[in-house]
T-cell receptor, first 116, second 113 residues
Framework: AQSVTQLGSHVSVSEGALVLLRCNYSSSVPPYLFWYVQYPNQGLQLLLK??????LVKGINGFEAEFKKSETSFHLTKPSAHMSDAAEYFC??????????????FGKGTLLTVNP | NAGVTQTPKFQVLKTGQSMTLQCAQDMNHEYMSWYRQDPGMGLRLIHYSVGAGITDQGEVPNGYNVSRSTTEDFPLRLLSAAPSQTSVYFCASRDRANTGELFFGEGSRLTVL
């Protein structure tokens, strides 16, 4: 079974500061990994994903994440936070073959607050 | 471009009542799913479908039924609502070729009194 742990249910940063949201996964085989963002009263939208290839992946709005197999991590970063980044962020994992790549398992989410 | 459409957006039920949350997608996606979102719990998979006529249970299926008679529609039925089913429900879809990107509806907020 796969699982995702997001360290920190709430992260607060100042505008312009580095954003670091942590995600660790558990999987018996290398998985596909995702970060989704949810703005208030909206559905989730994909920020970025890792499937194969380059382990540093870039997403929308200046976010990036690095897949580190040895650490089973997929942390999300952004060099300089903007007020519009305030949202809840979810890390997710899926299998890579057959029917296992259909189902995503989500972490519990990290609420990002950006202070002026 | 409608994407994934959920109705209703808000609903209040009394314990024991039944209702159906509707979900429709216009992207010809094979895969559709229902999640519930509760504070501090993330999103948990209720039921999913990999094509018309095929459904399967997710992590928290009890108290919910689904059917998939067409590619476009994937309704979620609550047979006898309970307060524990108070939640925000999201429908999501994707196609077979797209590795992992789920397209979400805007959610349906359900309160069971």
């Amino acid at each position: 079974a796969q699982s995702v742990t997001q360290l920190g249910s709430h992260v607060s940063v100042s505008e312009g500061a580095l954003v670091l949201l942590r995600c660790n996964y558990s999987s018996s085989v290398p998985p596909y990994l995702f970060w989704y963002v949810q703005y208030p009263n909206q559905g989730l939208q994909l920020l970025l994903k890792y499937t194969t290839g380059a382990t540093l992946v870039k997403g929308i709005n200046g976010f990036e994440a690095e897949f580190k197999k040895s650490e089973t991590s997929f942390h999300l970063t952004k060099p300089s936070a903007h007020m519009s980044d305030a949202a809840e962020y979810f890390c997710a994992v899926s299998g890579t073959s057959g029917g296992s790549n259909y189902k995503l398992t989500f972490g519990k989410g990290t609420l990002l607050t950006v202070n002026p | 471009n409608a994407g994934v459409t959920q109705t209703p957006k808000f609903q209040v039920l009394k314990t024991g009542q039944s209702m159906t949350l509707q979900c429709a997608q216009d992207m010809n996606h094979e895969y559709m799913s229902w999640y519930r979102q509760d504070p501090g719990m993330g999103l948990r998979l209720i039921h999913y479908s990999v094509g018309a006529g095929i459904t399967d249970q997710g992590e928290v299926p009890n108290g919910y039924n689904v059917s998939r008679s067409t590619t476009e529609d994937f309704p979620l039925r609550l047979l006898s609502a309970a307060p524990s089913q108070t939640s925000v429900y999201f429908c999501a879809s994707r196609d077979r070729a797209n590795t992992g990107e789920l397209f979400f509806g805007e959610g349906s907020r359900l309160t069971v009194l």
